[in-house]
């Protein structure tokens, strides 16, 4: 209500002006004077009006930067992180300099040169001295940005060693999910085909491609069934039959798979990505262990996502169809970092950074980064529940119109929290 | 409806220039006019209503951003019980109407409103030709403009909802009905809607370019024109040359969308089943929306820098400094946009090699850019300044440039971008650099050339009342918004109330929307002077501002061809503003060089 007050007193205000300035407008049209002459105490009103704004302008941003200084992220939890806030000062030292001479020139220069009566403007159409110089100085001072920028994107996007910890994660409308290697160190093979309600991430073994044909099998036997034994109305059976046909085709690209899937395990046996997906631990928990590099691979299900680590300055999109990733070095714990930002709740977050949906705005992991000790002890937990393909028939589609969706979905992923479902890729 | 609107301009010329030529019906003259400066018209009402949709909209969930979740009786008057039970915006309508107010206001306002208003009024007039080249493409340009306007507008109320996938419609969340709910027949009316305004911009800008090419007067040589005719005819080639490519890029949307085919689609699986599609890629359709996309913002912005150099040169009394490098820069500016769409994509997991290119070369175009800067503020200096409310909005165009230029420099260094891609502060970036500025830049043409396209004056208190208003909002809106995206907060989002971490910036927020609304309300005083005045403004003088360009030498009222006479000759660039020597302050482009007087060209 005090809202609705507050637009209605606004309202009114505007019309105020505008009736004033009517007034305004027709005693002038009495005395002569024209709209386009403009009055010499509306130009000095202008003028200052220039440097006022000038200092509130300033006033502004060193109250927002003052006032919410400690409402910005805190101090970087990644090892690359912090060569990125340094670089980040570093640009804002320039920009800022930069933006307070080009204001200050700007407001002083439109106040000071107000129109007086009987001045007359200087005629100054070029200098090519100036102008080079304001050519060439912008150009060093981009070229040392652009240095000191590329040396910590090369050092940020060349590939994690071979050491690093490997992890997974996948993105769906709306929620993510972890996958940790098993006991070999490595993560299977995955297909989108592959996915059901046991298999949330398609991981590939032979168990699971078994499984997935016979849930095929079964489904189109049941339409079969249901065909031959109902008298149904044309559209019904066409329905049908194209939703057969579509199942089928599935079955086919399923069945190519495993035929590559055995000539791969036989050509390269323990080696090859097939055999890796067994053990793989698929949870919707994301841990990582303090000091030790970890190398993220991240992909999608359904639409692009975005993987966004705000404290650990980190981000990659997820692309269904791709597997992109991001390398980082956690630099401080959970637990130090409630020390520092002294907060008992707080916690690394991995949130969705893509428009995904009607809930991408709840799109959240939260990121536990704790001592190599802990860490391996949550991950013998883990170990203990890996992947285990079920033909669980697929729940059926959430509604898309419906905005609860989320609701709907945390029991889903609850569930696969408790049975710890595995699975695999490349 | 747009061309309606505008019918009751100036009848005492109408009445003058009935002798020379035949009486034309109402249709011809107001509707499916061929004359340019009705179409200018056209675009221009056309594009003010649009706008209006477009705040409108922006009110509607800044109230859901400052007050997440609380009910409010306006919300629900508009879009109804469907998308605003009790007054709460529903989450995949505010998807919808981020997308179509980003669409509306970078398209239909900026593009076709600034290009079509401007290009069609100035180019004719300040080149010295007595209409575009062909009038009547030129009117096939304002009908595929309107139609595709109501096409849009219409997919307001379709079933599922507009589009919602970001102005951007990305796919697969833009190809997949499946995934939301806007991407079904929403969707489909936001492609066709696009194809013909992309139609539209197409016969525009061959219009444009080819009447700057070739219907100069005699004595415009290139380098004798204004420089909003530089900038409108880099614009023009821009669009000929990159918007086909969004073309491209909407069609194999389609046809994913319709036919089955896998241009942008690959191995998803959603709403519960593996879909057929294989081999595409969603990147794909990235690079061809980005290849128009970065180019479109200097298609937004150069139009309303040349209206700037125009007006700041003219009320400043002084030639524009450095005329040639102001050229030199809208064509450096003009080449660069073509090889920096990739700093749009530099965490799609791009091959960081490609991406080092791309920093590389955006950060070229901040040089261009800063010469245009310092060009202006050196103009200004030791001028003898005419602050009408022309000439306020176009020093609020250079501090929008400068603010949103600066932040610029960080999005473009790939490594900073990683932590800032996709939060507020790209929303703060853009809406500065891009949103403003082009809106500030037609203001400033508004007021300038509206005694040419009405023959009457607007209020000028009105305008200065305008011009803070709006000046001061614009930077309340978008200048908080740099912090709240520091923070970490990700945009698009329908509310921040589910992650504690943004809790300290929330309350920024809500001064964030009552800066909107003050804004939003400011723009009432603009529309009641604007309309006010067609109606009832003091007439016009033939050259207000004491400009020395050709289109002062027009007579106030409207006639086919422009010019009673022969078309004028020129004999001087147009910038001889207090030129040593001469009587007046100004000297009109017509005016013949004296007995060895030195001409000057920056
Ligand atoms: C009336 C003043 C305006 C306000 C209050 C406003 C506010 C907003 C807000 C809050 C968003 C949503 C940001 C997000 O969540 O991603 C947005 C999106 C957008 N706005 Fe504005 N805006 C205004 C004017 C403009 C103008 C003049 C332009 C012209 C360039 C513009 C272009 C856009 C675009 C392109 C988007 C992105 C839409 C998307 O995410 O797909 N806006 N605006
Ligand atoms: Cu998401
Ligand atoms: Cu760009």
Redesign the pocket.
Request: no cysteine; aromatic share 14%.
């Given at each position: 209500m005090t809202k609705l007050l507050i637009i209605l007193v606004l309202v009114l205000a505007l019309l105020a002006i505008a009736q004033l300035a009517r007034v305004y407008e027709l005693t002038s049209r009495l005395r002569g004077k024209r709209e386009e002459d403009i009055s010499p105490a509306d130009t000095r009103m202008n003028a200052n009006l220039m440097y006022i704004f000038l200092v509130v302008y300033f006033a502004f941003f060193a109250w927002l930067a003052w006032a919410y200084k400690d409402k910005m992220l805190p101090v970087a939890a990644s090892e690359h992180g912090v060569a990125l806030d340094e670089l980040l000062n570093f640009n804002w030292l320039i920009l800022i300099i930069v933006f307070i001479i080009t204001n200050v020139a700007l407001f002083w220069f439109a106040g000071k040169y107000a129109f007086k009566e009987g001045r007359k403007a200087y005629y100054y159409a070029h200098n090519n001295k100036l102008e080079l110089v304001w050519t060439v100085v912008p150009a060093l001072f981009l070229a040392v940005i652009i240095i000191f920028g590329l040396r910590v994107w090369n050092d940020i996007t060349t590939p994690a060693s071979a050491e690093a910890l490997k992890v997974e994660l996948y993105a769906k409308q709306f929620d993510w999910t972890a996958r940790y290697p098993g006991a070999d160190g490595a993560l299977g093979a995955t297909d989108f085909r592959l996915i059901n309600d046991g298999n949330p991430l398609g991981i590939v073994t032979r168990e699971s491609v078994a499984m997935r044909l016979g849930e095929l099998k079964a489904e189109i036997d049941a339409m079969d069934s249901t065909m031959h034994h109902g008298i149904l109305p044309d559209v019904k059976v066409n329905e049908l039959e194209a939703r057969i046909a579509k199942l089928e085709r599935t079955s086919a690209r399923i069945v190519n798979l495993r035929t590559m899937m055995e000539q791969d395990i036989a050509e390269k046996g323990e080696a090859s990505p097939y055999t890796h997906g067994a053990d793989d631990v698929v949870i919707k928990e994301f841990h990582l262990p303090l000091r030790m590099e970890a190398d993220i691979m991240v992909r999608s299900r359904d639409v692009i996502h975005s993987a966004y680590l705000p404290h650990m300055r980190a981000q990659m999109n997820a692309v269904p169809g791709m597997t992109t990733r991001i390398k980082m070095t956690p630099t401080i714990s959970t637990d130090s970092m409630r020390t520092v930002t002294k907060n008992e709740a707080f916690d690394f977050i991995l949130l969705c950074n893509k428009i995904c949906g009607a809930s991408h705005y709840n799109m959240q992991m939260p990121l536990v980064v704790e001592s190599p000790a802990d860490y391996k002890a949550w991950y013998a937990e883990a170990m203990k529940k890996p992947f285990q393909p079920s033909a669980l028939p697929l729940a059926p589609a959430p509604a898309v119109s419906d905005s609860t969706v989320v609701a709907a979905d945390t029991t889903a992923a609850m569930k696969v929290d408790t049975t710890a479902t595995a699975s695999l890729k490349n | 409806m747009g061309s309606v609107a505008t019918a009751p301009h100036n009848t005492a010329g109408h009445a003058h220039h009935a002798e020379h030529h035949h009486e034309e019906s109402f249709v011809s003259k107001y509707v499916f006019s061929h004359d340019h400066k009705m179409i200018s018209k056209q675009f221009l009402i056309t594009a003010i209503i649009m706008a209006c949709v477009a705040?409108m909209m922006?009110v509607f969930?800044?109230l859901q951003?400052a007050w997440p979740g609380e009910g409010f009786a306006i919300t629900n008057f508009f879009l109804g019980d469907k998308w605003a039970p009790n007054g709460v915006l529903d989450p995949n309508m505010y998807l919808g109407l981020?997308?179509i107010?980003?669409t509306i206001?970078?398209f239909f306002v900026?593009t076709g409103g600034l290009s079509g208003t401007f290009s069609n009024l100035l180019i004719p007039l300040q080149v010295g030709a007595r209409d575009m080249a062909s009038g009547f493409l030129n009117m096939l340009s304002y009908w595929f403009f309107f139609v595709s306007s109501v096409l849009m507008l219409a997919s307001l109320y379709v079933e599922g909802g507009p589009a919602s996938a970001?102005?951007?419609v990305y796919p697969p969340l833009s190809a997949l009905p499946q995934s939301i709910p806007g991407s079904g027949t929403g969707m489909t009316l936001w492609l066709v809607s696009m194809a013909l305004f992309i139609a539209s911009a197409l016969l525009g800008g061959l219009n444009y370019v080819v009447t700057v090419l070739n219907l100069r007067t005699k004595g415009m040589k290139m380098t004798r024109m204004p420089l909003t005719i530089w900038a409108f005819f880099v614009t023009a080639v821009l669009g000929i040359l990159s918007f086909p490519v969004l073309l491209s890029a909407a069609l194999l949307l389609l046809l994913d969308r319709s036919l089955g085919t896998s241009f942008y689609l690959s191995e998803i699986h959603v709403a519960g089943e593996a879909l057929d599609h294989t081999g595409g890629s969603p990147i794909l359709f990235q690079h061809l929306f980005w290849f128009l996309g970065h180019p479109e913002v200097y298609i937004?912005l150069l139009p309303a820098l040349g209206i700037t150099s125009e007006v700041i040169a003219t009320n400043s009394r002084k030639p524009i400094f450095g005329y040639r490098a102001m050229i030199g820069s809208i064509l450096a500016i003009g080449f660069l946009s073509f090889i920096v769409w990739g700093h749009h994509m530099f965490i799609t997991g791009m091959n960081p090699f490609l991406g080092s290119v791309f920093v590389f070369t955006t950060l070229l175009i901040a040089i261009p850019s800063a010469v245009k800067v310092f060009n202006y503020i050196t103009t200004l200096w030791r001028g003898n300044l005419v602050l009408s409310p022309a000439m306020l909005f176009s020093i609020g165009l250079v501090a929008t440039f400068i603010a949103g230029g600066l932040t610029g420099i960080i999005l473009a260094d790939s490594a900073l971008d990683i932590n800032v891609h996709d939060t507020y502060f790209v929303?703060a970036h853009?809406?500065i650099v891009?949103?403003m500025s082009?809106?500030f830049g037609m203001f400033a043409g508004i007021y300038h050339w509206f005694p040419k396209m009405y023959g009457k004056m607007m209020n000028t208190r009105l305008g200065f009342a305008h011009f803070w208003l709006t000046f001061v909002s614009a930077f309340g809106?978008f200048f908080p918004m740099h912090f709240i995206g520091l923070a970490g907060a990700p945009?698009?989002?329908y509310s921040y109330s589910e992650f504690p971490m943004f809790d300290g910036v929330v309350d920024l927020n809500v001064l964030v929307t009552v800066f909107?609304v003050i804004?939003?309300l400011a723009q009432v005083l603009f529309l009641y002077n604007f309309f006010y005045s067609i109606f009832r403004g003091p007439k016009a003088v033939q050259n207000p501002w004491r400009g020395n360009t050709l289109e002062w030498t027009t007579p106030v009222a409207h006639m086919h061809g422009n010019w009673p006479g022969p078309i004028p000759t020129v004999h001087r660039w147009p910038y001889d503003y207090s030129k040593p020597g001469k009587a007046e302050d100004f000297v009109l482009q017509t005016e013949p060089l004296a007995e060895d007087e030195h001409e000057e060209h920056g």
């Open positions: - | 705040v922006s969930f800044r951003l981020i997308t107010h980003g206001m970078v900026l970001g102005w951007t937004v929303v853009f809406h891009m949103g082009a809106i809106v945009r698009r989002y909107a804004g939003a």
